[in-house]
């Protein structure tokens, strides 16, 4: 092949007057060998400290995962993962969660937590790791109900589910919206999950508000923050002191869910106290729902 065994420099001329395939192909290679190279230098003690910590949240501590529906990474081969880790970054394979973060490392950081993983002993189809205490050990709890010392905020309809959603806040975070300032430690969001109520045509029925009128609660979440409650948490999924949890309609927590997915979504609201509905918290001090 034209130019495969010249200099870099004179390859790529020379490559340029053979052809765009010909160019495509070299700089594959290219590109190839120095991830190659990014692998072999990688510091696998240094993606130990990200993998078992941050990257365990899901995939488990030893690349083990936390659940059949997420893929182990232990024995996966580096270069494998460091592309997919790259697809991410560039949006090239989809993940809402993966892509939040897969920005946030640096070439590096791929390398050495590929290499973890990478240098880890494969593990069987049914395995499964528990979830980190950090995760497991939520501290949110449920008001004995959201009507007492709460103020509902927000009302969101799910047609294709004939659901409707009631968001409340506790004071201390309707006032510190209202003012414009970030939630503080004490600051308690709930959300309910209702079905709503169906006319005879099997139609959710609307309320005065223009919402549908919810009927049977099916599920509630919470997100909550006192001192101290993101000491325990990595920082790249820390959300300053917010802890959150689902819970069932007899309000019995779900411990079948990861909330690491509420942690990476609400990090990208970093500006808002890390709450996606910030801005109707701050109306809600003008508001007069029941």
């Not at 065994?5 to 790529?12: K, V």
């Not at 600051?187 to 139609?203: F, N, P, Q, T, W």
């Not at 690491?260 to 109707?280: G, I, P, R």
């Amino acid at each position: 092949m034209v130019g495969r065994h010249l200099p870099l420099s004179s390859r790529y001329r020379a490559v340029v007057v053979v052809g765009d395939s010909e160019l495509r192909e070299t700089l594959t290679l290219t590109a190839l060998t120095l991830l190659s190279l990014s692998i072999q230098a990688a510091d696998v003690e240094g993606g130990k400290a990200m993998g078992s910590t941050v990257c365990a949240a899901c995939h488990g501590a030893n690349g083990v995962s936390v659940s059949s529906r997420i893929p182990h990474l232990a024995g996966q081969r580096a270069a494998y993962l460091v592309s997919q880790l790259e697809a991410f970054n560039a949006g090239s394979r989809k993940s809402a969660l993966m892509s939040i973060i897969a920005k946030q490392l640096s070439p590096d950081e791929r390398a050495n937590v590929a290499a973890y993983f990478a240098a880890q002993s494969g593990a069987a189809p049914d395995a499964k790791s528990p979830l980190p205490a950090y995760i497991a050990n939520s501290r949110v709890t449920l008001p004995p109900a959201t009507k007492i010392g709460y103020r509902r905020y927000f009302v969101k309809d799910y047609p294709e589910n004939k659901q409707v959603a009631l968001y409340f806040a506790n004071d201390a975070a309707i006032q510190a919206a209202a003012a414009g300032k970030a939630l503080p430690d004490g600051s308690e969001i709930v959300a309910e999950v209702h079905s709503a109520k169906l006319d005879a045509a099997g139609s959710p029925v609307l309320g005065a508000d223009g919402h549908f009128v919810p009927d049977q609660l099916q599920s509630l979440s919470g997100m909550a923050r006192e001192v101290g409650w993101g000491k325990d948490i990595p920082a790249m999924l820390r959300n300053d002191n917010w802890n959150y949890a689902v819970f069932n309609a007899d309000r019995t927590r779900r411990t079948d869910l990861n909330v690491t997915e509420c942690m990476v979504c609400h990090s990208t609201k970093k500006d808002s106290s890390f709450l996606f509905l910030y801005t109707e918290l701050a109306a809600a001090h003008l508001l007069r729902l029941h």
